[in-house]
């Protein structure tokens, strides 16, 4: 049988197979071989776990597989961290996993969604402004999540939970699909929620889903650079202060967003800083 591990504790996973769940453990053949992530599909019997599908996309931090979607949400109220939100974009492009960004808290003004449209113009995402208070866009939303595997993202108190507690009529426990937990010796466990047509999965105590990055290949993963990459004077341009490059000249006049091209070079200086202690 095929089904999706929803979650999983030391040994055991549980699968979620049409209707039915399954409490099973992995294969002697695989153990120490075969990873086993919540999200992935796997082939099962009689109580145990044969083989894992390939994925679609992969995040390290949370360990979870076959995200398809990632509802990157933000709120004027706890100010947004730019920075964070374009790790969390850059992770996202990587794996190739769509995102939407979600301005929730619209009852409280709309600036920031006023900025979120200006400087992510050229990301071609699509920006949806919600209230989980009042319920503001929330059926909109819910149908772009419709059907895949979707992950809230974001900092603390954004409102990930009260997002999803509207949408599906729950009543997760604030935290619930946050900060569990995350003591430095916890282990932290996905899980994936199922409504209907609706799967969500939460990350505990992860604001931003990470995936292995290289400072070399960051420009690639900035949609709005795309296009120009190749524009740049010299070949192999990291456009980090390079003569001739084609992006800071971009910025410079405002074609792309200057912010964005900021908060690039620092996440460029970060992992560099990495590589360096690694
Ligand atoms: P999470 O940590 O991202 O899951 O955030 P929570 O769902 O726990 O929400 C944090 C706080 O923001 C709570 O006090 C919520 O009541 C509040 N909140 C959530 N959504 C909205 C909203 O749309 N408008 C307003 N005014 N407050 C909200
Ligand atoms: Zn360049």
Redesign the pocket.
Known sequence: MKGQVFRSHGSEYFIRSGDETYRVVARGKMKGKTEILVGDYVEFKSGAIDSVYPRTSRFIRPSVANVEMIAA?L?A?PRPDFLMLDKLLVSAEKEGVDVVFVV?????GKEIYEKVRREYAGTGKEIFS?????GENLDTLKDRLKGRLAA?A?????????????MFKTSLK??????IGRGRHTTTYSNIYFFDAWKIVDTPGFAVLESEIGAGELARYYPEFEAHLNECRFRGCTHTGEKGCAIASLAESGEIARERYERYLEIYRQLKEKKKYE
């Not at 919600?130 to 009042?134: I, K, N, W």
């Not at 974001?154 to 509207?166: F, H, M």
């Not at 604030?174 to 900060?179: E, K, M, R």
């Open positions: 949400v709120s109220l929730n808290k619209n009852d409280l919600v209230s989980a208070e009042t809230f974001g900092q603390s108190a954004v409102g990930k939970t009260s997002l999803v507690n509207a604030v935290g619930d699909l946050s900060s």
